[in-house]
Every structure is written in structure tokens, then in C-alpha cells.
């Protein structure tokens, strides 16, 4: 059910509370569960709705109506009426069989993806009548009251009525990996969704309790905005679909003139029959039709989807393999995709000196080591009691992963969990040191004072434990810890602090501050005011949510590949700049734009900051999506990677979605075209590569189906030009016999293909570059179509000559001529042989990537010999293809062809490679 409009849950945030719960017809007791169902019927489910998804029959449909399929529908029907039931049969089947095998590749692909759906939390605790009650999360209304506690996702948009120490996890909406603090009174914050009273649908609470107001649920929420405005988007076509219509457009013209051409030349030229002439011309037609162009890309495409899951990589539709290739930019974020989505503290500066803290991630053997040597707990009293202060004025858990491929669970917030396991590391024994100095009251964490304060008991001695931020525990602090030993905070000592702060702050990183003071006296309660007063301040934790390690690499490989990558995130203009300088995104000259300047640039003016090194930062949704669309329309192919609601848009809107599979949102999930199970930034990096190798695949396939098409046709060609006298040396089933039979095995090998050498060290296609281009054709039809036109014409007149025929008496029926007809088709099948070997690279010799190590390819050319010993001995498809025996003599002719061909070619490629260097 569509819900009614309601104002953006921000609107709420300024409205004294009493109004909302007015508003709402709601009070902190909650509506009555009569009412809710009123309201639940109003307004619909609080889920977040999925956009219209096409019928398994019409996506079944959709692989049969191709401008290729529907080709060869036609030549099958023009087949029939010429009264060639075989040859129509043929080619029916192969585009029956290609259009079940695409369509099971994309359900199963599909399914895949259905799987990794977890949708809105499924319960939540509401107040209904006045007692607390746990409904299904689908069942929130507007106006319930529902609580919060740490860990929870929130089901709803909502104010909050009351609050503790609560932080929320809001990556998800916002990209900014650090938690915001949230209170009940009003203070506006950095950005779209930093209202502290208003909390959002699809974000986590990460530490503390609290309780709201729903305001808005289902669609109606943030969250269910950006899946609207995803799902409303219109699908793309890929760039692959567009370059094979254009393909079988130019393939369709040009079979369709040869056809009309050689019909005119047979009926006026040879004085053919108008029937025979339409065969005769039927026979060219189909010989230029690759029949075999569709099972080829599509089980090329299959095969890259198969290997790119074994690399973590879940493509949805087999056309998006293709399009990762074509990629000239990435429009990347930050949080969890270039970096872990983990704070990790990486510095410690005491006034005594600064420590550098070895080991990334939630690994328990690593440790805290100086310059010199090794460090662990118990050998310096600075360092250990901020490392005592750090675990236990803390309300985090990690619980430690319980096999070797899964992530620590961190109840509670990231920051938090960067102290523990920095204590960890130390070798800190956190349960016996909780039990000898155990808590006795806590001051939580609120976004005013920016600190949390906890009293320890140490057998009735009580010490205050702070960590904050440093500016404002600074202020409160007049004595420092150096050495061991405390003296007065001078004038100096803050300078010194503030500086070193502030060198960190340049490097994107974060510090928290950590100081103590010994209560005087023992008393049951304390208040705040006088505990927060006179501190001993004792160093600063310094953090970072780290880049993957494997990132480096990455970004190496698109540097290399011409490739750019432009980082879009929520995060700080700071924080942004510093990861993308030292991963090797940008320079350091790169420019920073935050949400706000993006706002206020023209068209034209975000055009000219794109041609540049750019950082974009602090983005909102909208902006993302404005970015990428600005990229499309410079020509550029684009490839933007996103975990949270925030990247939905412009995943959907790119020309190739990345989300990831771990952290994703199901709202990202739904809207990219590959979904990475590992979150894993370098798996993008694979999976382009696949890409341009199935392109490339398919280039070397389309070489290998079209060098036979010469041949093919040179035999009616001599047979024109010789106005008939010369018998067609090649019969239109012998020639469906190439297209269908001998060469469809190889040409599937040769889309199996693996990486050539180099191809990651070369620039993306350009965006105006076709499959069949100059080179190609130059290639198929000037190189090695030449070459087996010559040498199949040769074996035909060769069978002849060895029958005793002259040129007098040639004759179009009998033994001997099925014999030189069936010599030029074992002619052709040898010459592809060589070819399907020498097809296999483009200028690498194919001995240095192994002559058999294409298994497929061996397996077909195997099969090509198999099958046509089958046509020369088998009666009944004798009387079907024309063919007969052949001599041992001739025999000694087929075998010696493929060798010196791949020589000859070996010659070509070293000079092809002469080239490339000496340019």
C-alpha cells in the first residue's frame, strides 16, 4: 500500500515534543494496539518495497528477440521455403540452445543475489496500551514509541524521546564510518542526516539506549526514499549489447547484399534458374552469418561470471562481465571499500615519546613496539596506564572471529573496539584487570562535553578514567604525567600537545585523549561537575579506519590500465584527501569538493573540476548520482562501487554497480550489477581484467568464425566467374557443416581463453571502437582467409586432377565430384585447425602460453576431425552433405597444412611485436 506523504523526519527535528507527539496523536505511553492496526493499514508494512521486476517468462522471452536471434530465425525460415528442412533445423536448434543456457545463467545468477537479502531488523520493542511489547519490525507505525538498544538496527525515522550515551552507526546513509552521538535536545550537525535528535531507518546504534517516536516508516523513510529513487531508474543498455546490435546490423547488411549480389549474377550471368539461383544465394547468405556468434558470447560470458566468483565477484547479468572491461573510471567509497570499516589505532604519543603500533585489523599477536624493541604490558607505566585507562572506561566487546575467514563481532563502537584490541595486542589480561579495579559509576558519553568518564574502585581507592576529545579535556586538565612522574600542565606542555594533534589531523588521522584523576575522598555518588576537574592528562590514541592492504596493488593495476579512480564518500574533506594520497588515488595536489561546493558548481563547471584530479567529500545522495551522470555524459564508462543506501542511486545509474556482498545494504545490493561477497576492493581490479578478456575473446572468436567465410565463398566465386562451367566446389550444408559443426567447439575454446600477457598494461577500448574493426577484418579476411581460400580451391582442383578430370569435363554430381567437394571442405577445416591455434593471441606467440594448453580448443579440433571422418564414412550423411572417401594421397595434402600455417603466422606475430616496441 502506498503510505501518505509525511514531512522528512528532519523537519521534526526544531519542533518542541510535545507538538510531534501531538502531531502524531501519540503520547510516551504509546498508541493503543487498536490503533496501530489502523495506522498499519494507512500507511502499509514498514519494509522497504522491491521495484517491479520483470516475469520469469518475459526475461525468458528476452533471450530469443536479439537482433542476432532474430537473424536467425529468418535464415531458418528462408531455409524452409527453399526447401532446406536440415539447414533450417540447424539453426533453430542453435538459437534454442543459446537462449535456455543465457536465460539459466541469469536466474541462477539472480538467484545468488536474492539470498544475500536481509531486509529491516524483525523485531522491535514498542509501547502498546502501556506495555512493552516486541512486534514484528514490518508492523511499525507512525506514532509508536519503540525502543533503542545497543546494537540494534532502527526500524523507523524517528525523534528521540529520551537518551543515553546513544551513538549511531550511520555508514550507511552517510558513508562516515565514526558513529554520531545523538541527544534528545536539538543541535544541528555537519551534513544531510546529523540532526543529533533525529535518528534514521537502516542505521545501527552503536553504543547506549534510548527512545523514539517513529515518524516515518516503510517507503516513507530516508532509507525507502533513495530505494524509490533507485528503483525508478531506467536499465542501461550495456555497452556490449549495443556494440553486438551494431555488430549483427553490419553482419546482416553485408550477408544480405553478397546474398543479392551473387542471386543477380547467377540468374543473369550464369542464366541459373530463379529457384537454384535463390539456394545458390541462400548458400553465400549463410556463409557469412556467424551462426555461432551468440552460444560463443554467451558461454564466454557464463565462463568470466564462473571465474569471477571464485574470485568473490557475483555478477547479476552476464552483459555486466563484459562492460567491467570497457571501464575508464571508478567512482569508488571509502568506508568499507577502500578502507576496512575499522578503526585501528596505528600511533600512541606520550609526552615521554611517540610509539608506532605494528599489525593491522582484529588480530590478537601483534604488538606495541617503539623503534627498538618489541612492547608488551608491565614495562612502562605511561604507556600502561593509558592502555588501563583505554580498556576500561570502555563499554565495547569484541568477540574474536571463530574461524580464520571470518571478522571479529564488535558490540558496540568502532572506536571502542580499536582500544581493546590495541590493549590486546599489548598482551593486557582485559578480565583479571576488570575484576581487580572494577567499575563503579559512569558518566556516558554525550556530544556536548565530547568525553566519557568512568570512577574504578581499586580495593576503596577511587580513580576517575576519561577519554575524549582533546580540546575539551584539556581544558579541564592541570597536571601531566611524563615519565612516571606527574607535574604541572605548563603553558608549554599544551602547545607541545596541540601541535603534535595537529600533525596528525594533516594526515587524516584521529585522536582521542585519554587523562585520569584520584579521587580524594570515598563517597556512594558523584556528580559529574566535580569528578571532570583537575585531570592528569596522559597521552593521546591516535586512529584510522586503515586501507585494505591489498588496495595498493590495486590501485597500481588501474593506474596502469588507464584506468582513474575518483573517491566519492560522506567522509571528511580531511579524512578523504589523506586515504586517497596514501593509496595512490590522487596526488597531493589533488582538489577536495565537499557536498556544499558541489552544490553551487554549474554543469560546466563540474564538467571542468572532472577533467582534474578530484576528491569529492561530505557527498549526499543526490550528488553521487549527479556525478557519475556527469561522467557519462563526458563519454566516459563508469563503474561505481558503494555498501550503503547513499550509493543506491548511482550504482543503479552507472554503467556497471559494485556493491559489497558483507557490509552492503539490500537497498545497494539491489541496485548494482556485481556484488562483491568480500567486500573486497581488488576483486574489482580481477574483474575488470576478466571483462576485457571476454572482450578480447570475443574479438579472437570473431576473427576465427569470420577467416572461414572466404573460403567459404570463394568456391561460388569461381563458380560465377567461370559462368557455371566449374561445378560449386562447396555445397550449402557442407558449408552449415563449418559454421555449425567443425568450427563451434574451437571458436567456444577460444572463449575460454585465459588473460593474455599484458592486458591490464594497456588503456581501456575506446568508447567509439567496434568488435569488428579494421584490423579484425584485415586479419579473417586478407591473412587467413586468403590463405584457406587459396589452399581449399587448390584441394578442390587437386581432387579432380587426381580423379583424371580436366576442366572440359568437370562435372556437378557422381562419386568423383562429392569426392573434390568433400576436398574442400576437409581443406577449410584443416586450414581453421591452424587458425583456432593462432587465433588463440593477438601478437604473443602462442608456444610461450602453451600450444595445447587450451584443453577446450584440443577437445574441438579433435571433434572437427572426428566429425568429418563421420561425413566421409557414414552412408547416411553422405547422402545428406554431398561427401565421399577420400585418397591417401590427399590425405598427405590435408595433414600438411596446419603446421607451416602456424609457423607462418609465428613469423607475423614476431614482427607484429617488432613493431610495438620500436613505436
Not at 192 to 220: C, H, P, R, W
Request: glycine letters at 6%; charged letters at 15%; aromatic letters at 8%.
Amino acid at each position: 500500500m502506498a503510505q501518505p506523504k509525511f514531512k522528512a523526519a528532519g523537519e521534526y527535528a526544531q519542533i518542541p515534543l510535545e507538538q510531534v507527539f501531538q502531531q502524531f496523536k501519540t503520547s510516551s505511553a504509546g498508541i493503543s494496539g487498536q490503533e496501530a492496526t489502523k495506522r498499519l493499514a494507512k500507511f502499509g508494512q514498514n519494509t522497504i518495497q522491491r521495484g517491479h521486476r520483470q516475469s520469469q517468462f518475459k526475461l525468458f522471452i528476452k533471450n530469443f528477440t536479439s537482433l542476432m536471434a532474430i537473424l536467425l530465425w529468418v535464415s531458418g525460415i528462408i531455409a524452409l521455403f527453399a526447401g532446406m528442412l536440415e539447414l533450417a533445423i540447424a539453426i533453430w536448434a542453435v538459437n534454442l540452445i543459446n537462449g535456455i543456457f543465457s536465460f539459466w545463467q541469469e536466474h541462477a545468477a539472480q538467484k545468488a543475489t536474492d539470498s544475500l537479502r536481509q531486509m529491516l531488523p524483525a523485531y522491535t520493542q514498542v509501547l502498546r496500551d502501556g506495555q512493552q511489547q516486541r512486534v514484528d519490525a514490518a508492523d511499525l507505525v507512525p506514532g509508536d514509541i519503540f525502543t533503542i538498544q545497543a546494537g540494534n538496527s532502527i526500524s523507523a525515522d524517528a525523534r528521540l524521546i529520551s537518551a543515553t550515551g546513544l551513538q549511531v552507526d550511520e555508514s550507511a546513509l552517510t558513508g562516515e564510518s565514526v558513529p554520531e552521538s545523538k541527544t534528545v535536545a536539538y543541535q544541528p550537525g555537519d551534513g544531510k542526516f546529523a540532526e543529533s535528535n533525529i535518528v534514521y531507518a537502516g542505521t545501527m546504534a552503536a553504543s547506549g539506549d534510548a527512545q523514539a517516536i517513529a515518524l516515518n516508516t516503510g517507503m516513507a523513510t530516508e532509507f525507502g526514499q533513495i530505494a524509490q529513487l533507485t528503483q525508478n531508474q531506467k536499465q542501461n543498455v550495456s555497452p556490449l549489447q549495443k556494440e553486438l546490435n551494431h555488430l549483427t546490423q553490419q553482419i546482416s547488411l553485408l550477408a544480405i547484399l553478397i546474398g543479392v549480389l551473387f542471386f543477380i549474377l547467377a540468374i543473369f550471368f550464369v542464366h541459373y534458374p530463379i529457384a537454384k539461383s535463390f539456394i545458390f544465394a541462400l548458400g553465400m547468405i549463410v556463409a557469412f552469418i556467424p551462426e555461432g556468434l551468440l552460444p560463443t558470447v554467451t558461454l564466454s560470458l557464463a565462463q568470466g561470471v564462473q571465474r569471477m566468483a571464485k574470485k568473490h565477484a557475483l555478477v547479476k547479468d552476464l552483459s555486466s562481465v563484459e562492460t567491467l572491461g570497457e571501464t575508464t573510471v571508478i567512482c569508488s567509497d571509502k568506508t568499507g571499500t577502500l578502507t576496512q570499516n575499522q578503526m585501528t589505532v596505528n600511533h600512541i604519543w606520550l609526552p615521554s615519546g611517540e610509539y608506532k603500533v605494528s599489525g593491522q585489523g582484529y588480530v590478537n599477536n601483534g604488538q606495541i613496539q617503539t623503534d627498538q624493541q618489541p612492547y608488551t604490558f608491565g614495562h612502562n607505566h605511561d604507556l600502561d596506564l593509558l592502555l588501563q585507562i583505554s580498556v576500561l572506561n570502555n563499554n565495547t566487546t569484541v568477540k574474536a572471529p571463530q574461524t580464520a575467514d571470518k571478522q571479529a563481532k564488535i558490540l558496540g563502537t568502532p572506536t571502542e573496539a580499536a582500544l581493546i584490541i590495541l590493549a590486546e595486542k599489548a598482551q593486557l589480561d582485559l578480565p583479571s584487570l576488570q575484576a581487580k579495579l572494577p567499575r563503579q559509576t559512569e558518566f556516558p558519553f554525550d556530544s556536548e562535553r565530547k568525553r566519557m568518564t568512568t570512577i574504578q574502585n581499586d580495593h576503596g581507592q577511587l580513580t576517575a578514567y576519561v577519554k575524549g576529545a582533546l580540546d575539551g579535556l584539556l581544558a579541564i586538565s592541570t597536571l601531566i604525567l611524563d615519565n612516571g612522574q606527574v607535574r604541572p600542565l605548563t603553558e608549554q606542555d599544551r602547545q607541545t600537545i596541540l601541535a603534535a594533534d595537529k600533525n596528525y589531523a594533516a594526515a587524516g588521522l584521529r585522536s582521542l585523549a585519554v587523562a585520569y584523576r584520584q579521587l580524594p575522598v570515598q563517597q556512594a555518588e558523584w556528580q559529574q561537575a566535580d569528578v571532570e576537574q583537575q585531570l592528569t592528562f596522559v597521552g593521546l590514541t591516535i586512529m584510522a579506519d586503515p586501507p585494505r592492504p591489498e588496495i595498493y596493488a590495486a590501485v597500481a593495476k588501474c593506474h596502469a590500465a588507464n584506468i582513474r579512480i575518483i573517491m566519492v564518500t560522506g567522509d571528511s574533506a580531511l579524512t578523504a584527501k589523506s586515504i586517497a594520497c596514501k593509496i595512490g588515488i590522487t596526488s597531493d595536489q589533488a582538489r577536495v569538493v565537499t557536498g556544499d561546493e558541489l552544490a553551487a558548481m554549474s554543469d560546466a563547471e563540474l564538467k571542468t573540476a572532472l577533467s582534474g584530479e578530484l576528491i569529492f567529500a561530505r557527498v549526499a545522495p543526490e550528488q553521487k548520482y549527479r556525478v557519475v551522470t556527469m561522467l557519462q555524459s563526458m563519454g566516459e564508462v563508469v563503474a561505481s562501487t558503494g555498501d550503503g543506501v547513499n550509493d543506491a542511486p548511482a550504482l543503479k545509474k552507472a554503467d556497471i554497480g559494485i556493491a559489497m556482498g558483507m557490509t552492503g545494504t539490500d537497498v545497494a545490493k539491489d541496485a548494482a550489477d556485481m556484488i562483491l561477497t568480500d567486500d573486497n576492493f581488488a576483486s574489482i581490479v580481477a574483474a575488470i581484467e576478466e571483462g576485457r578478456t571476454v572482450y578480447s575473446n570475443i574479438q579472437k572468436f570473431l576473427l576465427y568464425i569470420l577467416n572461414s567465410n572466404l573460403p567459404e565463398a570463394a568456391p561460388s566465386v569461381v563458380f560465377l566467374f567461370s559462368r557455371g562451367l566449374i561445378p560449386l566446389p562447396l555445397t550449402v550444408m557442407q558449408i552449415l557443416t563449418v559454421d555449425l559443426g567443425t568450427d563451434m567447439l574451437p571458436a567456444l575454446g577460444l572463449g575460454a581463453e585465459r588473460s593474455e600477457p599484458g592486458i591490464m598494461a594497456q588503456p581501456p577500448r575506446a568508447h567509439n571502437a567496434h568488435l569488428l574493426n579494421r584490423q579484425l577484418l584485415w586479419k579473417a579476411f586478407g591473412w587467413y582467409g586468403l590463405i584457406a581460400a587459396i589452399l581449399s580451391t587448390a584441394g578442390y582442383f587437386i581432387a579432380n586432377h587426381v580423379n583424371g578430370w580436366t576442366l572440359a569435363t568437370l562435372a556437378n554430381s557422381g562419386l568423383d565430384y562429392r569426392q573434390a567437394t568433400t576436398m574442400t571442405l576437409a581443406t577449410i577445416i584443416f586450414c581453421q585447425i591452424a587458425a583456432a591455434l593462432n587465433c588463440r593471441t593477438k601478437r604473443s606467440s602462442v608456444f610461450r602460453i602453451g600450444l595445447f594448453s587450451n584443453r577446450r580448443i584440443i577437445g574441438g579440433i579433435i571433434f572437427e576431425v572426428l566429425l568429418l571422418l563421420a561425413l566421409m564414412y557414414q552412408p547416411e550423411l553422405q547422402l545428406i552433405f554431398n561427401t565421399a572417401p577420400l585418397r591417401g594421397s590427399e590425405w598427405l595434402y590435408l595433414l600438411a597444412i596446419p603446421i607451416p600455417l602456424i609457423l607462418i603466422d609465428e613469423v607475423r606475430k614476431y614482427w607484429s611485436r617488432r613493431r610495438v616496441v620500436t613505436s
